[in-house]
Each structure stands twice: as structure tokens, then as C-alpha cells.
């Protein structure tokens, strides 16, 4: 079955209001199984209006008009609804019967404009609204059912629940339903993931669709099937997925990169603390922007200065003159600075060159040296992010939160992020 | 100059992305006079994206394609395009070149996924992208400006504003120029300013077009006037409304606090230090996301713990045990200790409860004390921010740059936030 959507309003064109009444009810259409086919967004416009009305009636099965019912100049679904399927307006006797109702137990009177709302195709029954002064109509033109629903979200959605649903459900005999999984992953590139299942799972089943979307620092891959006699399918397909996936999944649903970091220290019982340079203060940010953060974390150090390492830290002066402040002695001597006056169990820290300025032949702008361990048991690596000051520091704060994660959670940490895994494997 | 707008990808026709996209493309439009005619939103569908760039590219004389430009199967816009117009596929030279400058650059080995956004429509030229690997491309078609976008955000932004804009402004010969004029403002609504400026400009003239947008947390004013002629009273009313708005104004164009932060403290040579316990590091992150922070800040303190407090800077148990951790007399404690621990010139410290948990009768969830000044001349106040952990260290974070910006700047710290402006005058 095929459903469009028409969106009508000068204020959706113009850019002054993002459209989230589209996505309201494509959410709601996946509990019947169903994803539209086509949206159309046009402004208070007559003509284009009419003609949008008649495209999408004899394109699809089911149109849904959103906007354009109220009682203004500017709202012209009901004339353009008649002028496309060719049916008079009339004054609608359930309509007004509605709106008088509504008006006098709001101690309201009509006036002309309000009166306006009642006038609807005579070939029009109504579709209830107990939240506004507008009922939604509805009818079926070029086999197709067309139903027109208010723009205000909070009178939408309580029309969607108990009507459309209901009316979609019973026009197109549905009764097969979806069944969606969705998986989190870090340090792996869209295309990288692409080139590997294909390599890798070659009998991919149609049935399962698989989607991709890229939500920085993350990627969030969906398994779509419909029907209740694929759930099983789903289930195994995601589960061989997630197998090979393992090392780069974070997690289901919408986990944060942050929350999994939280999770995973707390299911250790470690208390993390960060040493940051270059990402000032961002790690640290990130995770305590998770609620119950104070458990796993205490204290951090943001030591933009040679000075400023020394004297929180205690790092040497004669180990930055030798080896500079990022280099892979600075960033262990960080991390056990800070595990040392902190008193935590498990710290990271991190200095890199985030640019525009301060790099040089030998370290270039995007260097970043991170440090991650217990006391005494201090890994370094070396990354180059030459991807400007925020996409370093962002890169640089996920890729410092992976590695603790991965740490705790006794992952690899030698990984090889954001290239292509089937090299790797 | 009819304009249409055609957006594909699954997810947008799911509802698990709404489309901020064309939104932003419409207010880009507007600074040349113009409103998109009509969008069309359809999946990742071959047929449908052919039949849609046809009629649109007959329909309107430019079209702006965004999606779809990725390395995955599900892109298709450059073979829906090639179908469309009729134009074989052929490996596009400036788009190679550009995709093996971009993963040169960042050591990266192309795939044959990559590849494929090298693939075009013969007769397309490119469009730069200088943010990612996907190039855009453009061409015309059936008298129809047709320009291809990538569905990032952060890519799409400067292709509209440093390319698509002049594209269209050429084809289209539009002569008659607007102005406009943007100013940043923090710490007033956007309902209080509407307000104030009916009641202070009633005069206000028609041709200096006001709009407003939420830039959480600043709110950008636009003053757009069309041609020429009114370019100086574009200036004069900008002027104005400057002088009136005064306190609230952190700089013009797309100014950000931290940046303006940044610049006070520059300007002042002053190099400030953070101790922060409930925004857990975001002030110190805001401030070194701008290049050059390093010159006004050294060192921030993440205090979590009441035995972080003591320990990093010095706050005594007793005043602990008295006041508590969310308290003036301790914030005050925080600010004086850091300036100390780090020889910095100002401080600022924050210490309050960003929930959900953690909260009593006595000082509910949202309470938040922040202490900013140099050493001897701290001052303190008191927030109540309940709006949610996101929100409560946003706020706090932006509200205590703001402090800082307006005590180095010598403007008044105790103005009322957030309340409407006329009341205050």
C-alpha cells in the first residue's frame, strides 16, 4: 500500500518552521507495517495545491494533507480538496454541530471565520478532534482514501492515534507489522561497514533491510523486516552482524558513546579521571553529561600549559624539554599524575595539536598523543587527526572514550579505526 | 524565479530524521528575496527520485537536490540524475581528484565505494565541498538549474552559503540586492525582545525587515533590507537597536560566546582559570573550542567530589560541612583556590545540581552558585535552572561566560536574565 503526505503552510516553506509533523506520523505508520511513499510540501498556494491534491491522489492509496484547516484567508484545504476531486462546499452539519459544541463549552461565539472550518466537499465526512476548534475531514477520490488533518502537532497526534491508524488500517486490510532492530557502532566509517557486509555476508536476506545513518561520533545501523514471520530472521541476522561487528558495536537502541563509557565503568566499579590538554575540558564534559556520572567520576585536569602539567600533574620539567608536551612520555607521565592525585583507579589523558596553530614539521597540526591505564600500567597511542579544530577535538574526545571503554571492557585497543575492517580481518 | 527542493533518504520518509535541511536552505534563500516553490521529500527509491527530478526540473527553474550523495547502494541522486536528464555515468575527473586530495590528506585508501561519488552525470560540473569526501555536482537540465547537495548538515552549510547562493544569483540575474545584518544577543528571549521592540520602536520602519532565531543559547537578530537605496537605513536601525539592546549584544555575524569570551579576555590580558563541579568541564571545553584560547586560558579544574574540592583547590572541610557543596561561601572558596593553584588573573566556579538525582527541599535539582572575579574580588550568585540535565548545564555553562564577558568588559553582572527587557528599564 502506498501513502503520501501533503504539507501545506507559507511557514514550512520559508524555513521558519522545521517540519516535525512528517516524521510524527511516518513513526506512527511503521506500527501497521507501513513507510510513505512520497512527501510534498507546498505553500498557501491554490493552484499547486489542486494539483498536488490530484498527483498524489492517483499516485498512492492513502493521502494524508496536513495543514491548512484553519479559520485565516491563508487556509485553503477544504476549497482545494473540492476544486481537485470535483465536489461542492457545503456547510458540513457534523462539523458545525462539533464546532458549536466546542464554542459554547468554551463560552465562545462563532464568528464568520470560525464558521469558515464547517465548510468542507460535500462527498466529506468528518474525522474527530477533542483537542481544537477544527475537525479533520476525509473522504475517497481516485480509489484513494484522502484525509486532512490539523498542523498543530499537539491536535495531530491524538488524530493519528485514534483515527488514522484505525481508518489506514481498515482501508488497506493491513495486518502485516515491522519489526525494527537498531545497533550503535564507533570507529568504523559508513562505507567500511558497507564494504564488509558485502564481502562478508553475501547471502544477505532481502528481507532484512539494512540501513545506515551517521550520528557523530557514531554510526546506528537499522534492521528492518516486515512481517511478523521474518521477527525470527531479524533477530539472527542482527545477532550474526553484531558478532562480527563485535569489537565496534557500543551498544543497541540510541546509546551514547558517553553513556556506554559510564556503563562500563560501573559495571567495574573504576573510577575514571582525565588528564586533557588539546580537548580542554571535553572528555571530561562528555562524560558527565550522563546522569550518575559521580560514581565514575571525580575529578579532571585540564592542563593546557607546560606549567600548568607540571604543576598539577607533576610531570617533569626535564620530561617536557626532552620530549615536548606531546609525545607518548608526557601523555603516560599525565595519566599517572593524575591517578596519583586523584586517587582513581583508572585515568586517560590526552595532547595533541588541535590547530590552526602551534604545529611544526615534525608535529603537525592534528598529532595527538592519548594515554589510557591503571597506575603502572600505562598504554599510549598516537593518532593524526587533520580534520580542523572541532573535528579534531571531537575525533580526539570519542576516540579517548572508546579507548577507556575498550580497556574496561578488555577489548582490543590496537584497533584499526575508521579504516576499512576487511583489511584488518 | 520558481525554486523546488527534492530530499531523499529512507530515513526522512521513516521519521527517524526530520529534516532540518530544507529549512535551512529556505533561510539561506531568503537573503536573496527568495521562497522555495515547492519540496518533495521521497525515499531512496530509483523510480521515484527519475520521475521527481523530471518534473520539478520542468516544473521550476532551479532545483536543489539534497541526499543521497554517499558511498552506500542506497545513494542514487547521481543515477536517478543520469537517468533523468539523460546523461551517461562516466568517472568525473575534478571529483577524483578532489576525493584523492581529501583522503591523501587524511592517509585514507579509497574503496570501491568510495569511488562510486566519483561516478557523475557527463554533463555535470562539480560543486566544492570542503568538509567532506562527497563532492556536489550540478548541471542544466530542461532550462533548470539542477545542483546536487550532500544530506550532512555540517557539509551542506558552507555548499549553500559559498556556492549554491551565487549559482542561483547568477542564473537567475537577480540584481536587486539585499542587505543584511546580523547581531548576536544572549540572555533575553526571543518573546521578550518582540516585546521590547514594539513598545521602544514603534516607528519602526517596513523596509528593515526584523528576524529572529534561537541559536541556543544566543538568539541571532537579521535585519534584511532589498536594494540599494536602503542600505544606510539598514545601518541606522541596526544602529539603534544595538544601543537600545546594548548589555545583550556579545558581537555581530555568527559570533559565539565562547568566541566573544575568548576576545574580552584578549583584548583585557587576562587569563582566566575554571573550577567546576556540576557543568563537569563544558566551560573549559567552550573556551579552548576557540583557536587562540591558549593565550587566555592555562588550567581548569574538574571538581566532582567534596574531596576534590579540598584537595585540588583547597576548599576546607569545614566550610563544607557548614554550607554544603552548592553554596556561596563555596563557590567563592573554588574561584579564590584556583586563581591560586594556577597564578591565573580571573576565575570562575560553579557548583550546583544538574540531576535528575541529588536533589532536597532546601536546594532542589536546577540550583546552581557561580562565583567569577580576580583574587579578593570574588562575586557570587544563584541560578535556578530546572530544565533538565542537558539543559541546566547548558544554560549554566553559557551563563557563566556571559558573567565573565560582562565583568572583564565592565558591563553589569547583576541584570535580570531571561526576563523581559522593558521591565527592567
Redesign the interface.
Known amino acids: 500500500m502506498k501513502i503520501s503526505l501533503l504539507l501545506t503552510g507559507?511557514e514550512?516553506?520559508?524555513?521558519?518552521?522545521?517540519?516535525?509533523n512528517?516524521?510524527?506520523?511516518?513513526?506512527?505508520?511503521?506500527d501497521l507495517g507501513l513507510?510513505?511513499?512520497?512527501?510534498?510540501?507546498?505553500?498557501d498556494?491554490l493552484p499547486?495545491l489542486v494539483s498536488s491534491i490530484q498527483e498524489l491522489s492517483q499516485m498512492t492509496d492513502v493521502l494524508i494533507i496536513n495543514g491548512g484547516l484553519g479559520p485565516t484567508v491563508d487556509d485553503l484545504t477544504s476549497v482545494a480538496l473540492s476544486q481537485a476531486i470535483n465536489s461542492p462546499i457545503t456547510r458540513n452539519v457534523d462539523a458545525y454541530a462539533k464546532l458549536d459544541e466546542w464554542a459554547t463549552r468554551r463560552g465562545f461565539v462563532m464568528t464568520e471565520s470560525n464558521l469558515k472550518q464547517t465548510d468542507l466537499p460535500a462527498v466529506c465526512e468528518i474525522i474527530d478532534n477533542p483537542k481544537g476548534s477544527a475537525v479533520g475531514f476525509r473522504c475517497i477520490a481516485n480509489d484513494c482514501l484522502i484525509m486532512c488533518t490539523p498542523g498543530v502537532p499537539s491536535e495531530l497526534k491524538p488524530m493519528v492515534e485514534n483515527h488514522l491508524l484505525p481508518l489506514i488500517r481498515d482501508h488497506g486490510n493491513i495486518v502485516a507489522k515491522s519489526h525494527i532492530t537498531r545497533l550503535r557502532l564507533f570507529g568504523i566509517t559508513?562505507?567500511?561497514l558497507?564494504?564488509t557486509v558485502n564481502e562478508v555476508f553475501p547471502d544477505w536476506p532481502a528481507e532484512v533491510e539494512l540501513?545506515?545513518?551517521?550520528q557523530l561520533p557514531v554510526i546506528e545501523v537499522?534492521f528492518a523486516t516486515v512481517g511478523d514471520e521474518f521477527m525470527a530472521l531479524n533477530h539472527l541476522w542482527t545477532e550474526k552482524f553484531e558478532a562480527h561487528f563485535r569489537d565496534y558495536v557500543i551498544g543497541r537502541d540510541s546509546i551514547r558513546l558517553s553513556q556506554a563509557l559510564n556503563d562500563a565503568l560501573r559495571d567495574h566499579s573504576l573510577v575514571l579521571t582525565?588528564a586533557?590538554s588539546c580537548?580542554?575540558?571535553?572528555?571530561?564534559?562528555a562524560?558527565?553529561?550522563e546522569?550518575?556520572?559521580?560514581s565514575v567520576?571525580?575529578?579532571?585536569?585540564?592542563?593546557?600549559?607546560n606549567?600548568?602539567k607540571q604543576?598539577?600533574l607533576g610531570v617533569s620539567e626535564a620530561l617536557l624539554a626532552e620530549h615536548g608536551a606531546v609525545s607518548k612520555a608526557v601523555v603516560i607521565a599525565m595519566a599517572e599524575g593524575a591517578i596519583e592525585?586523584?586517587a582513581a583507579d583508572i585515568a586517560v589523558s590526552i595532547s595533541g595539536i588541535a590547530?590552526?596553530?602551534?604545529g611544526t614539521d615534525e608535529k603537525p597540526v592534528g598529532v595527538v598523543w592519548m594515554a589510557w591505564g591503571k597506575a603502572g600500567k600505562i598504554t599510549a597511542r598516537k593518532f593524526?587527526l587533520?580534520?580542523g579544530?572541532?573535528g579534531f577535538?571531537r575525533t580526539a574526545t570519542a576516540l579517548a572514550m572508546d579507548l577507556v571503554r575498550r580497556e574496561v571492557l578488555g577489548l582490543p585497543t590496537d584497533i584499526d579505526y575508521?579504516?576499512?575492517l576487511k583489511?584488518k580481518r
Chains 1, 2 share one sequence.
Open positions: 507559507n514550512l516553506m520559508s524555513g521558519d518552521t522545521v517540519d516535525s512528517s516524521a510524527y506520523i511516518a513513526r506512527s505508520l511503521k513507510v510513505p511513499y512520497i512527501k510534498k510540501v507546498v505553500g498556494d499547486l559508513e562505507s567500511g558497507q564494504d540501513g545506515f545513518r551517521v537499522k582525565t586533557e580537548t580542554g575540558g571535553q572528555i571530561a564534559a562524560i558527565t553529561s546522569a550518575g556520572s559521580s567520576f571525580e575529578a579532571g585536569y585540564v592542563v593546557y600549559s606549567r600548568m604543576q598539577s592525585k586523584s590547530g590552526p596553530d602551534g593524526f587533520p580534520m579544530r572541532i577535538q575508521f579504516s576499512e583489511k
